[in-house]
């Protein structure tokens, strides 16, 4: 079974410096998909940012790069330059090897609350 | 381009009756997800339909049921509701066979309260 840990159920950042959301994973899979997404308080979830098990770089979008160290099974999200609409709730989720022919489900962690202070 | 849409954005039914949630795929997009998200929680997934077939289910009893159209529409089904089913329904669509991990972009949800 796939298993998503956030283990930091809120975190504070001061606006202009970085912050690290912390991610593991439990899978057996060897091929899988790690991603990021943002939840505002208004509810819609947003894609950040996608890191493939099999790719050896790691995932950058604008602010937002992907810290995925396979062999510890993490996946932190690094966002530089904090700015005050970056405030909000911060999803980690995997999805199963396509190969396995199992549906394309997204697990999700519990999720990281992330605010801001100017 | 054409993101994915959602409706109602909000809903209030008692509980026993039924309801049906309704969500526009994005455009290019073969492939709805549907995921159920309680308060304070992470979304927990409900079932997937490609090509207008369920193509996967999580732990949700059969009251929940889904279609998915010709158009990649989707609609998701709850009869009998419970008090328990009050939460936030995401819908998320993606390209089955595409690329960057077939990421999931999703709608803006549809808040229930069963009462």
């Known amino acids: ?118 | 381009e054409t993101g994915v849409t959602q409706s109602p954005t909000h809903l209030i039914k008692t509980r026993g009756q039924q309801v049906t949630l309704r969500c526009s795929s994005q455009s290019g997009h073969n492939t709805v997800s549907w995921y159920q998200q309680a308060l304070g929680q992470g979304p927990q997934f409900i079932f997937q339909y490609y090509r207008e077939e369920e193509n996967g289910r999580g732990n949700f009893p059969p009251r929940f049921s889904g279609l998915q159209f010709p158009n990649y529409s989707s609609e998701l089904n709850v009869n009998a509701l419970e008090l328990d089913d009050s939460a936030l329904y995401l819908c998320a669509s993606s390209l089955y066979g595409g690329g960057a991990g077939e990421t999931q972009y999703f709608g803006p949800g549809t808040r229930l309260l069963v009462l």
């Open chain 1, 1 to 118: 079974a796939q298993k998503i840990t956030q283990t930091q159920p809120g975190m504070f950042v001061q606006e202009k410096e970085a912050v690290t959301l912390d991610c593991t994973y439990d899978t057996s899979d060897q091929s899988y998909g790690l991603f990021w997404y943002k939840q505002p308080s208004s509810g819609e979830m947003i894609f950040l940012i996608y890191q493939g098990s099999y790719d050896e770089q790691n995932a950058t979008e604008g602010r937002y790069s992907l810290n995925f160290q396979k062999a510890r099974k993490s996946a932190n999200l690094v966002i530089s330059a904090s700015q005050l609409g970056d405030s909000a709730m911060y999803f980690c989720a995997m999805r199963r090897s396509i190969s396995s022919g199992s549906a394309r489900q997204l697990t999700f962690g519990s999720g990281t609350q992330l605010t801001v202070l100017p």
